[in-house]
Structures are given as structure tokens and as C-alpha cells.
């Protein structure tokens, strides 16, 4: 069964709106997490490290305050679209590191549309 | 900075073998991983190689040579079931145990009848 979920699979919201996707590990502490974007047909691009009881690290180009990560506890961080816009639209998976090197369990994604 | 690059598409029959190949740069290196990703899902872990070799997990092998900063993953007996996106990957030096991973560009693999 899947180790992590992520909630909702699918929204869709209005221009200027915010957004806020959930990402819990199941039947394990996950003091990081990883929130990457995927656009159609492309690969995957990590977006910030969520660490618990700190704050996100970001990757060069993405904005810190348009989005926002939470990881207030080891089973919890949520990531928050603010002010979202059409170009915002993606697919927006988090993950966990697994037991071994290399190894991540990933959500089930979320994609979001934004009219 | 850290790049992977893979073939964009390759499509085969079933039953035959398939080979994605993967070819990387990377500022230190802790080693290769592929993932699987079926349209609309999300990925899934299939293989990891840390030294030079084949590693066989039932129809799937992935092979690494760091000196050629090259790998591939194998597939055999191919299934209509194996149509997807199939990525490799590379984990970030520095990070401890978190595997903040860098993802290549990706190979739609197409198995046709």
C-alpha cells in the first residue's frame, strides 16, 4: 500500500485564489519531504526540501512566497499555492525518502488547474 | 549543477527487450536510480545501482559504469502494461540521508503489439 498520500488528487480553482495540497507520510516519521512539479510531458523538478520544524529550503527560481510549505509535524507538510495563477497549473507531487539510497515514495500527485 | 540526459521516446513490441539509456553530469556522485511513471500517476522506485554492474530485479536490470557516467535500464519480456515514462535519477551530494534527487529528462517508452 502506498506510504505516502497526498490530498487532493485534483483541483481546480479561480485566478488569484490560493491553494493548499497535503502531504502525509502513513506508518512512518518523515522529517523531510520533498515537493516537486511536473508540466505535461516533462520530467520532474524539485521545487523546495520541507523540513520538520524548519523552514523549506528552495531551489534556485521558485518563490518562497508564492509557495508556501508547512512541516509542522513528522507525518505532515503542506504546500499552499498563493495567488495562483494559469501558469501555475501543474501536476504537483511531494515525496519521502525511503530505507534506501536512491529510493523515494511519492504521493499521488495533485494537479492542479487554475481558470 | 546536475543533468541526465535519456532518450525521449522509444517504442517497442511485447516481448522484446528494450534498453533506456542514461548519460549524466553531476558535481560528486552517490548513484543511479530509476523510476517508473504511468500517465496521470505518480512515480515508483524500481532500481538503485551504487557501484559499476547489472543489478537484476525479475524483468528489470539497470547497469551503471561511473567511468562513462553512463547506465541503462533493461527490460525484458516487454508488456503492454510497461507503457510509460521511465526516469533515471541521481541523488544530491551533501544531503545526508534525505535523498533530494535530480531527475533526467525522461523516456516515453511505447510497447506495442
Known amino acids: 500500500g502506498a506510504v505516502v498520500s497526498q490530498h487532493p488528487s485534483w483541483v481546480i480553482c479561480k485566478s488569484g485564489t490560493s491553494v493548499k495540497i497535503e502531504c502525509r507520510s502513513l506508518?512512518?516519521?518523515?522529517?523531510?519531504m520533498f515537493w516537486y512539479r511536473q508540466f505535461p510531458k516533462q520530467s520532474l523538478m524539485l521545487m523546495a526540501t520541507s523540513n520538520e520544524g524548519s523552514k523549506a529550503t528552495y531551489e534556485q527560481g521558485v518563490e518562497k512566497d508564492k509557495f508556501l510549505i508547512n512541516h509542522a509535524s513528522l507525518t505532515l507538510s503542506t504546500l499552499t499555492v498563493t495567488s495562483a495563477h494559469p501558469e501555475d497549473s501543474s501536476f504537483y507531487i511531494c515525496?519521502?525518502?525511503?530505507?534506501?539510497?536512491?529510493?523515494?515514495?511519492f504521493g499521488e500527485g495533485s494537479r492542479l488547474t487554475v481558470l | 549543477g546536475q543533468s541526465l540526459e535519456q532518450p525521449s521516446e522509444v517504442t517497442a513490441v511485447e516481448g522484446a527487450i528494450v534498453q533506456i539509456n542514461c548519460t549524466y553530469q553531476t558535481s560528486g556522485f552517490y548513484g543511479l536510480s530509476w523510476y517508473q511513471q504511468h500517465d496521470g500517476g505518480a512515480p515508483t522506485f524500481l532500481s538503485y545501482n551504487a557501484l559499476d554492474g547489472l543489478e537484476e530485479t525479475g524483468r528489470f536490470s539497470s547497469f551503471l559504469s561511473r567511468s562513462d557516467s553512463y547506465g541503462y535500464l533493461l527490460l525484458q519480456e516487454l508488456q503492454m502494461k510497461d507503457s510509460a515514462s521511465y526516469f533515471c535519477?541521481?541523488?544530491?551530494?551533501?544531503?545526508?540521508?534525505?535523498?533530494?534527487?535530480?531527475f533526467g529528462t525522461g523516456t516515453r517508452l511505447q510497447v506495442t503489439l
Open positions: 506508518d512512518f516519521q518523515a522529517t523531510t
Open positions: 515525496s519521502a525518502s525511503g530505507r534506501a539510497f536512491g529510493e523515494l515514495f
Open positions: 535519477a541521481v541523488r544530491d551530494p551533501g544531503r545526508g540521508t534525505a535523498s533530494k534527487l535530480t
